[in-house]
Each structure stands twice: as structure tokens, then as C-alpha cells.
């Protein structure tokens, strides 16, 4: 059983789970469709999220910069310099934390959805799970069970191999490059250690194909609202760039820009050209 102050959310996981399936007639597809909504529903959150990052990404040099100059000579004139930047810019450190926080309740409530109400998931189908191939299936020694679930309920190794496969895309393309050069190692040494941690604790405890499938789903939602951000808000950096963070790059004008400054320049070099032309003539 979930403790108490989540078994409302998970209550109201259940219901729009139950409602979606009456629609669709499939628990698997009700599921990815449920992490749809939600990824809807947070997207004004996600969004102001990024927007904040960028900004302390921004605002990285001139905070190196303060705690060059007080940061071990005086603390405090520090701190008061630092929070007048953020002011100036509209800038709040924390903003980039509390949206996650709002939604990982929901996140974990799933697992409790689906191992409270197992028993509805035991005869459903998604895909490849619970094919007719599937029901024959020999139990692999070291699974301990078969490769391919034969129901949602049943564990699937091909589906939890490719969750951890999305998070490793998601932790390397499409989470925000550091301005440090060491947070930036830990990053990419993250990307690496979290799918594989995730990825023992569902080879360990045999997570329910259900569950998993809404995790992965999810996280293909999230990176795609990610790689969307990552263009609108994050130029001139590649949507799949994550060596350089926005501080690193030179902020260049756009093409459009470029070519009406150079047509400008070039107009500007004519006249000045035929300027002296024109005063020959006066001359003479």
C-alpha cells in the first residue's frame, strides 16, 4: 500500500487510468495516453522550469565573477551582490527545482497503481507483450522468467532494457549542459549510472511491464518537450549539443540579420566609393 498522503493521487491515478480504458479498451495504450495528459498538464511548469535554467545559465560568468571578487573576502557583501543580480534579471535559483518536485508524486504513484490493482493488468496486452508467442515462451535462468511478458502484469526485459535506454538519452541530450566544467563530468558519469541502477532494481524486483511502460513512455514525452525547449529557448546550441552550455557560445544573429547588415555595410561601402567621386567632380 502507498503511505497515506499519496494514496489520494494514487486513487486519482487509478480513475483517469480506469476512464481512459473505457475509451481505448487497452490498459497499455490507456497508460501512454495517462503520461501524455500529465506531460500536458505540466508543460506551463516544465517550460518556466527551462526558462529559469537558461537564465542561471546566463547569468553563470557574472556570478563567477562576485565570487572571485567576495566570495572568501566577504561573504556577505557576496550573498547581497548575488541576490541583486538574480533580482535585476528576473532570475530565481530555486524555480528550477519545485516543478519536479510537483510531479514526481504522480510518477511514483503509477507503481503503486499498478501493484494495488495487479490483478487488472493480468490479462492485458500491449504491442509484443502478451502476443501469442509469448505464452510459450522458456523462463531465462538468469531473468528468471520469460524474455517477453505474456501480460502487463508480468515483468518484460526488452521493454525495461529500452527504459533504461531512454533515460540514458534523455540524462545525455536533453537535460541542460552545465557551465561547470566538473558538474558537466558528473553529468554525463549520471547518464550512465542512473539507467543502470534503474535498470537493477527492475531486474531485481521484476517490475510489472505496466508500470514500466508508463515510465518509458513518459520519458519519450519528456524528452520530446525537452528537445522542443532546447530549440525554442536555447539557440544558437544544438537540440543535441550537451558539451557546450549557452555561456560557452557566441550569441551570433540570425541569417535574415546577417544578410541585411551585410547588404547595409555593402551599400554603405558604395556610397562611400562614389562620395569622393562626386567631389572630384565639384572640384573640377
Known amino acids: 500500500m502507498a503511505t497515506s498522503w499519496l494514496d489520494p493521487i494514487v486513487g486519482a491515478v487509478t480513475f483517469v487510468v480506469d476512464h481512459i480504458n473505457l475509451v481505448v479498451h487497452n490498459r497499455g495504450w490507456s497508460l501512454v495516453l495517462f503520461a501524455l495528459g500529465l506531460k500536458l498538464i505540466f508543460w506551463p511548469l516544465n517550460t518556466k522550469q527551462f526558462v529559469s535554467m537558461v537564465k542561471m545559465q546566463q547569468l553563470a560568468p557574472q556570478l563567477k565573477k562576485l565570487q572571485e571578487k567576495y566570495g572568501k573576502s566577504d561573504p556577505q557583501r557576496y550573498q547581497q551582490e548575488t541576490m541583486e543580480l538574480y533580482r535585476k534579471n528576473g532570475a530565481n535559483p530555486l524555480a528550477g527545482c519545485w516543478p519536479m518536485l510537483v510531479q514526481y508524486p504522480f510518477i511514483i504513484s503509477v507503481y503503486y497503481a499498478v501493484i494495488q490493482h495487479k490483478d487488472l493488468y493480468a490479462n492485458e496486452k500491449w504491442l509484443w507483450i502478451g502476443a501469442q508467442f509469448t505464452q510459450h515462451l522458456p523462463v531465462l535462468p538468469v531473468w528468471k522468467a520469460p524474455l517477453l511478458a505474456s501480460s502487463l502484469a508480468l515483468p518484460d526485459?526488452?521493454?525495461?532494457?529500452?527504459?533504461?535506454?531512454?533515460?540514458?538519452?534523455?540524462?545525455?541530450?536533453?537535460?541542460?549542459?552545465?557551465?561547470?566544467?566538473?558538474?558537466?563530468?558528473?553529468?554525463?558519469?549520471?547518464?550512465?549510472?542512473?539507467?543502470?541502477m534503474l535498470g537493477y532494481f527492475g531486474f531485481q524486483w521484476k517490475w510489472p511491464s505496466a508500470m514500466v511502460l508508463y515510465w518509458f513512455s513518459y520519458n519519450v514525452f519528456t524528452m520530446a518537450q525537452q528537445f522542443y525547449l532546447l530549440r525554442r529557448f536555447h539557440q544558437p546550441l544544438s537540440a543535441i549539443d550537451d558539451f557546450h552550455a549557452i555561456t560557452d557560445i557566441p550569441q551570433t544573429a540570425p541569417a535574415s540579420k546577417a544578410v541585411a547588415s551585410n547588404g547595409a555595410s555593402a551599400g554603405a561601402g558604395g556610397a562611400a566609393k562614389s562620395s569622393p567621386k562626386k567631389k572630384k567632380g565639384a572640384k573640377r
Not at 164 to 193: G, N, V
Open 157 to 196: 526485459l526488452i521493454l525495461l532494457i529500452a527504459y533504461m535506454i531512454s533515460m540514458y538519452l534523455f540524462s545525455r541530450y536533453a537535460t541542460m549542459p552545465s557551465t561547470d566544467p566538473q558538474q558537466a563530468q558528473t553529468q554525463k558519469m549520471m547518464a550512465i549510472l542512473s539507467p543502470l
